[in-house]
């Protein structure tokens, strides 16, 4: 099996803004290193055996995504994107790769998109569904912190997707909210929802839905075993560490033109203990107003 994770991942965020923010800033889509990868274009990248290694320029960005390894032809099925996944070891978690077989991403997206194609894609609102590798990644790192009964907060949960997978972890029993300051895409969220394998949920309340600033997280369902951030921080927002369980974990990008996605453990003490899992490039975690403007 070809495993991509030592040599390097890209990952669309969240959000989009202007083609020229883009170009001046890479706002798109941001890029993800591992900390022990070796150089772009190291003698070891070089020499990679693998078929048809794409390199694209995306506004000032340059990445690799897993869709240029085996192209699009045949992923036209949610359980081929996660075998896919599987086989480039971006997915090496069998319960991650159930939730995600378990969840169709077709349901999440707009009509007429390429749902399982490895990119990121345009949701409205200067936002868009993040790739699927991005989820995989993000449902790992969190995985020991969704388990049943546990709860877990999703900010900027766009059309719902990984809020959806999140509930299916933590089951019945847990609590799985999204927090987005888009109230169309709230709404919209919910209709996809009820078309998933988690209607049941959002039906029996462990999974809901919120308008409102993530920045601020949920107080009123806190604390939380699991927190995902999907945009740039400047500072890490003590909101959301006080909102953080002792023993939880919260996956969060910080920075700002230079960015870390950081793993966050706050201990059973209460101490914070905080990890960098690879350099990225997210746009701001700002205010609905902003990103409409931008």
């Known amino acids: 099996m070809m495993n991509l994770s030592s040599t390097m991942k ?7 803004v202007s083609p020229l923010k883009q170009l001046l800033h890479t706002t798109n889509h941001h890029l993800r290193f591992r900390p022990r990868s070796p150089p772009l274009f190291s003698s070891s990248f070089n020499n990679l055996k ?4 794409n390199l694209l320029l995306t506004y000032n960005s340059l990445f690799f995504t897993t869709e240029h390894l085996w192209g699009r032809s045949g992923m036209n099925t949610n359980k081929k994107m996660v075998e896919h996944l599987q086989q480039y070891g971006v997915i090496s978690s069998e319960k991650v790769a159930r939730v995600m077989e378990t969840i169709d991403r077709a349901l999440f997206v707009p009509d007429r998109t390429p749902a399982y194609a490895d990119c990121p894609q345009e949701i409205g609102y200067n936002a868009t569904i993040s790739a699927p590798h991005m989820h995989a990644t993000c449902l790992q790192l969190l995985e020991e912190k969704l ?7 999703d900010v900027g949960s766009g059309t719902g997707y990984l809020t ?3 509930a299916m972890m933590v089951g019945p029993q847990g ?3 999204g927090v987005e300051h888009i ?44 927190i995902h951030v999907g945009a740039a921080a400047p500072e890490m927002p003590q909101a959301l560490l006080d909102q953080l369980k002792p023993g939880g974990r919260m996956v969060i990008p910080v920075g700002n033109i230079f960015q870390d996605l ?9 101490s914070i203990s905080i990890r960098s899992e690879s350099s990225v490039r997210y746009v701001p975690l700002t205010s609905r107003d902003a990103q409409l403007q931008s």
């Open 10 to 16: 890209a990952y669309g965020c969240r959000y989009c």
């Open 50 to 53: 693998l078929p048809n290694f």
């Open 147 to 153: 388990q049943p009964g546990m709860h877990a907060l």
């Open 164 to 166: 959806a997978c999140f």
């Open 175 to 177: 609590r799985a909210i």
């Open 183 to 226: 109230p169309e895409l709230v709404a919209s969220s919910i209709n996809n929802i009820e078309k998933s394998a988690a209607a049941p949920l959002l039906k029996k309340g462990s999974l809901s839905m919120h308008v409102g600033d993530g920045r601020e997280g949920w107080p009123e369902c806190a604390p939380y075993d699991a």
């Open 262 to 270: 950081k793993v966050v453990d706050k201990n059973p003490d209460g």
